[in-house]
């Protein structure tokens, strides 16, 4: 399983998305999340600005990964 790492918790579903590069923009992000093709813990979810925190494990297509919180980035 891949790891993100995040500099600050908690970060919007959508924005997470975008950020690791599984959709082109915000828009297509939220799009994915309201039509139930992104899975949060292993749960579906639709809530496009739900908050994701460290631990959390998201899934959407064949990727899957964990959320670390890593507040100093180098």
């Known amino acids: 399983m891949n790891q993100v790492e995040i500099s600050r918790e908690p970060i ?28 949060v813990n292993g749960q579906v979810e639709t809530r496009k600005r739900k908050k994701v925190v460290s631990g959390d494990i998201i899934s959407f297509g064949d990727e899957s990964f964990r959320v670390l919180l890593n507040p100093n980035p180098d």
């Open 12 to 39: 919007e579903l959508y924005k997470l998305l975008k950020m690791e590069g599984l959709v082109a923009s915000g828009g297509e992000a939220k799009l994915v999340i309201s039509d139930g093709e992104v899975r």
